[in-house]
C-alpha cells in the first residue's frame, strides 16, 4: 500500500498573498512527505495543491508551482455557468488541472465543446480536464476534481490511497477491509494529531489503480467473475458498500469508491484492446457505483459523443452520488486502435 496522492487544500482569499501562500504550501508538502514516511512508513506517491473553486491563479502563481515538478496543482475550478473556455486551455496546456461542478443539463453543449476543443488540439489536454456530473459537490484529494472547501477557513490536508495489489492478494472481499483497516490504523495518529500544524480532514478510500496495479484484475480475483459479465456487477456493488460503509465511520471524504479509469488501468486497457470492455460496459458498471467515466478515448461523431453524455448526465442524477467524467474525444477519422495521451502513454480507443 501507498499514499497515492498528499493533497493541500489551500484557502485563499482576498486578503492573502497568493504567491506567498503558494510557497509556504510547497514547503508543507513536502515537510508532510518526510513526516508520513519517516513516523509510519508509507510512501507517499505524489503531491498536490488544490484551490477554492472560481479562483483563477496570477502567472507569477503559477510560476511557482510550475518550478516544482513533484507537485501537481488544480490552477482554475469552475461552476460551469462561469465556463471559459480560454481559462481551461491556459491551465490544462501548462500541465495543470482543471475541473468543473455541472449545476444543469443546460450546460452539457458548452461542456461538450469543451472537450471536443480541447481533444482536437491534444488529446493530453482532456486528461487533465474533469466535470462532476451529479451537481452534489465533492471535497477529494483526486484531481483534477480536487477543490478546497469553502466552509473551511483554514488549510487542511487530504489523503488518496493505491491498494489493489493489497486487495489481489486476498482471495474474497475481506480483502478490501483489512487493507482499508490498516490505513487507518497506520494514519490515525496524524487524523488526532494533524500534519505539522495543518489538519488532516480525511481519507478517501476509493480503490484507485495506477497501470500494473489494476483494480480490474484485483476485482475479478476476488470476485471470480470477468468485469464484461453481469455477476461482477454484483461484487463491484459489494466492493463499494465496504468502502462507503467504513468511510462513514472513519474519517472517510470524498468519493470512497471502486475508480475504474480506463488509461490508468494496464489490465482494463488489454481488455478495451481485445474487444472485451465496451463503452457499454463501463457506463453499466457506473450504475452500481464506479466513480464515474474516467480515462476513456472515445470515437464517433460529435452527435453520438453528445448523446453519450447526455446518457453519462442521466446515470450521474439517478445514481445521486459524485459522479466524475474525464473523457478524450477522437474523430472518427483517426483509425489507430490507440492515442497518446502523453504522460498517460498509449490508451485503447472505445468506439461509439
Known amino acids: 500500500m501507498r499514499i497515492r496522492a498528499l493533497t493541500l487544500h489551500l484557502n485563499l482569499s482576498r486578503e492573502r498573498k497568493e504567491e506567498e501562500a503558494l510557497k509556504n504550501a510547497v514547503s508543507d508538502l513536502y515537510s508532510a512527505k ?28 503559477m510560476d511557482v508551482l510550475k518550478k516544482e515538478k513533484e507537485i501537481k496543482a488544480v490552477i482554475y475550478t469552475s461552476t460551469s455557468d462561469l465556463l471559459n473556455e480560454e481559462k481551461v486551455f491556459r491551465a490544462v496546456s501548462r500541465g495543470y488541472n482543471a475541473g468543473i461542478f455541472l449545476r444543469s443539463e443546460r450546460d452539457l453543449s458548452k461542456i461538450l465543446d469543451l472537450i471536443y476543443n480541447l481533444s482536437l488540439k491534444d488529446p493530453a489536454f482532456s486528461t487533465r480536464f474533469a466535470v462532476e456530473m451529479s451537481g452534489l459537490g465533492i471535497t477529494t484529494p483526486y484531481f483534477p476534481l480536487s477543490i478546497h472547501d469553502s466552509s473551511v477557513k483554514e488549510d487542511y490536508f487530504s489523503i488518496a490511497l493505491l491498494y489493489p495489489k493489497d486487495v489481489e492478494g486476498g482471495e474474497d472481499l475481506r480483502a478490501v477491509e483489512l487493507a482499508i483497516e490498516k490505513a487507518y490504523r497506520s494514519l490515525s495518529k496524524f487524523i488526532r494529531e494533524g500534519i505539522g500544524k495543518k489538519k488532516l480532514r480525511g481519507i478517501d478510500y476509493s480503490l484507485s489503480p495506477w ?12 470476485g471470480r467473475c470477468k468485469l464484461s459479465d453481469l455477476k461482477c456487477m454484483k461484487t463491484v456493488y459489494e466492493v463499494n458498500s465496504i468502502l462507503s460503509d467504513f468511510a462513514s465511520k472513519h474519517e472517510g471524504l470524498g468519493f470512497n469508491e471502486i475508480m475504474l479509469p480506463l488509461g490508468e488501468d494496464s489490465y482494463l486497457m488489454s481488455l478495451a484492446l481485445n474487444g472485451e470492455l465496451t463503452i457499454k460496459d463501463l457506463l453499466l458498471l457506473s450504475y452500481v457505483c464506479v466513480a464515474g467515466m474516467d480515462m476513456i478515448p472515445v470515437r464517433g461523431k460529435k452527435e453520438q459523443f453528445e448523446d453519450l453524455l447526455r446518457d453519462i448526465y442521466a446515470v450521474a442524477r439517478v445514481k445521486r452520488r459524485p459522479y466524475g467524467v474525464r473523457l478524450i474525444y477522437i474523430n472518427e477519422d483517426f483509425k489507430d486502435k490507440e492515442v497518446n495521451l502523453g504522460d498517460f502513454g498509449k490508451a485503447p480507443i472505445l468506439n461509439l
Open 34 to 61: 518526510e513526516k508520513i514516511e519517516k513516523e509510519i512508513g508509507l510512501e507517499v506517491w505524489s503531491l498536490r495543491v488544490s484551490i477554492p473553486i472560481n479562483w483563477e491563479l496570477s502567472d507569477s502563481s
Open 211 to 222: 497501470m500494473e496495479e489494476s483494480v480490474g484484475r484485483a476485482l475479478e480475483k476476488i
